[in-house]
């Protein structure tokens, strides 16, 4: 990969816009000019002239929620499509939720907004293109996750628990995977788990998690920030001696969290759908860059 070449991009949740803003300020600050799907034509070169090099694309490394709550989905989702050879991506719970509604085992919410891309034309190619995503992402030393990773998981068993999921997810029964897939139990880790449970456990870990205990048990009805960890949970990030805490974990879904810039920790949900910022991480160096939401400040 290369992660000096390599940018972490929080939540975009249709935030279209504002992603677009970003990836330009991050070819920029590569040297390079590759935000647009399309480049404009350049004036023909003299006969003598040298062909010019153009540096490299940044690869964008995106922690998952890529569609809902925000104005502009269904550009968000064709503008990764069409430049997914330069993205990492991992799922969030509002894109498998995107694809439960479309596959008729969930309703969309007041506040959802997902019909552009339900009315589309090109309706099955997004959710072919979604469901073949990864819920797991590792390279260079750095774990992507959207939401969180148990405290019990090293790297390689949060990578092969999200292969499982991902599999059913890419299979021809991915509808009966996602009516399965809905519920808070079991919420606690164990490791004779099987089958169904263990896939619905992963896909809360991976795509709902905030705090848990030291044991596994996890807790879903808080969402504000770390410091208001209910009594006997800790942010799952906090768990001391979890055993992902020898690599770097870049995530996001937590916008009362905010950003966490530290030496193995990257949270990068700072709310830009609520009206906070759309925020990227360069990999290598840590340098910040951000786009303030083009939208009014809204509560989470």
């Known amino acids: 990969m290369g992660s000096a070449n390599a940018w972490a991009i929080g939540d975009i949740q249709g935030c279209f816009d504002e992603f677009v803003e970003l990836v330009e300020a991050i070819d920029a600050a590569a040297g390079s000019d590759h935000a647009s ?36 989905s269904l550009e968000t989702l064709q503008w990764l499509m069409a430049n997914e050879s330069r993205c990492r991506i991992v799922l969030g719970n509002h894109d498998l939720n995107f694809l439960a509604v479309a596959a008729g085992i969930r309703k969309c919410k007041p506040d959802d907004t ?18 073949h995503q990864q819920l797991a992402h590792f390279d260079d030393g750095v774990l992507m996750v959207h939401a969180g990773v148990l405290p019990q998981w090293d790297v390689a068993m949060t ?15 991915w509808k009966a995977f996602l009516s399965q897939m809905y519920g808070n ?32 048990l996890m807790e879903f009805q808080t969402k504000e920030g770390a410091g208001k960890a209910p009594s006997g949970f800790l942010p799952w990030f906090a768990i001391p001696e979890r055993r992902s805490r020898d690599q770097t974990v870049v995530f996001g879904h937590w916008s009362t969290l905010g ?30 860059l951000q786009v ?3 939208r009014p400040g809204k509560v989470s």
Request: net charge positive; glycine share 6%; with cysteine.
């Open 114 to 131: 997902l019909q552009p891309l339900l009315d589309s034309s090109r309706r099955k190619d997004f959710i072919e293109w979604v469901r």
């Open 292 to 294: 303030a939401s083009h």
């Open 259 to 288: 950003l966490m810039n530290s030496p193995r920790v990257i949270a990068l949900d700072t709310g830009c759908v609520w009206g906070g910022a759309l925020t990227a991480i360069n990999l290598a160096s840590r340098e910040l």
């Open 185 to 216: 139990e079991p919420a606690q880790w164990r490791p004779d788990l099987k089958g169904t449970d263990r896939r619905r456990l992963t896909v809360n870990a991976l795509t709902r998690l905030r705090f848990c205990s030291v044991s596994g």
């Open 37 to 72: 799907q399309t480049e404009s034509p350049a004036a023909a070169p003299q006969a003598s002239a040298p062909k010019p090099v153009s540096a490299p694309k940044p690869v964008l490394w995106l922690v998952g929620d890529l569609v809902n709550r925000g104005p502009k």
């Open 159 to 173: 990578l092969a628990y999200a292969a499982e999921v991902e599999y059913r997810l890419q299979s021809r029964d």
